[in-house]
């Protein structure tokens, strides 16, 4: 970073710019959290982000996953990953964007729902890091490969994406991040 707040990476060129609007994103899918396997609310917004940016989008992958393309030119294909799921918890912070969320659980009873495990902050990076990513394009090579996964929290969001066709039906990565 300079002086100033601004970084000389073109990748983090526009950041500072883009802070307000992550912050909104954050707390808006704060307060809106989603139960393992019913992330379309979340899944709709990261797709429509990854659209804007200029992403190919396949939603739907593994039920509720979100995969993003950006294709690049010959080069490597880094897979960015985030977890989209909330917990059956009640919110308990006091903050004025909480969580009041119910939904029905898999056993049909209503449960409070919030993020309480930070997948609201995992949607909000990877929806920012795409977005300076794309608008950086004249400093890498290679393909992006923007994951927003469902059901972290009952382990099995991962492997409907495999079974899907995650590895199949994109380019297999030749690192991931998550």
Not at 49 to 74: I, M, Q, Y
Request: charge should be negative; hydrophobic fraction near 40%; include cysteine.
């Amino acid at each position: 970073m300079t002086a100033n707040g601004n970084s000389s990476d073109p990748a983090l060129h526009n950041l500072e710019a883009l802070l307000p609007d992550l912050a909104d994103l954050y707390k808006d899918v704060h307060s809106h959290p989603e139960l393992s396997m019913q992330e379309t609310r979340t899944a709709k917004l990261a797709a429509d982000r990854l659209t804007a940016a200029g992403f190919e989008v396949t939603s739907g992958v593994g039920k509720t996953g979100v995969v993003g393309l950006l294709r690049n030119g010959d080069g490597p294909t880094v897979m960015l990953r985030a977890d989209m799921d909330a917990l059956p918890v009640q919110e308990a912070t006091g903050l004025p964007y909480a969580s009041t969320a119910t939904a029905t659980d898999r056993d049909g009873n209503t449960v409070p729902v919030s993020h309480m495990c930070g997948h609201d902050m995992h949607v909000t990076w990877l929806a920012g890091a795409t977005k300076l990513l794309a608008e950086a394009k004249t400093s890498w090579r290679g393909t992006l490969m923007a994951v927003f996964q469902p059901a972290e929290e009952t382990a099995e969001g991962a492997q409907a994406m495999i079974d899907d066709g995650l590895f199949k039906r994109f380019p297999k990565p030749d690192v991931i991040l998550g």
